[in-house]
């Protein structure tokens, strides 16, 4: 707030919630990257605490669909594991190979 003259100052109590949604780097990525946009005039925001809110939901959206990515690998890993496990030929065990 004290770095830019902003048309409506961030509201830490509003942006909380979405701060919880990602970790504290991302956080601080957010920050730094609203306050380069704002810096080079890029955009005009109206109301930063809504940006920094979008920002933060798209960050969490993000990471949950890279979560969601990885398991499914995984998953698909151990089928293919099992699948491939099944097709080996098994061994006998010694007992049952042993002449009665």
Do not use: Y
């Amino acid at each position: 707030n004290s770095r830019h003259q902003l048309e409506s100052p961030l509201r830490f109590m509003t942006l909380k919630t979405a701060f919880d949604m990602v970790d504290e780097k991302a956080q601080m990525q957010i920050l730094d990257n609203l306050h380069e946009k704002l810096e080079e005039g890029q955009i005009h925001i109206a109301n930063p605490t809504t940006w920094v809110i979008r920002a933060c939901e798209r960050r969490a959206e993000k990471f949950t669909a890279i979560l969601q990515e990885r398991k499914e690998l995984k998953r698909q890993e151990r089928e293919a594991a099992w699948a491939e496990a099944e097709q080996r030929p098994k061994k006998k065990s010694k007992a049952a190979a042993a002449p009665a």
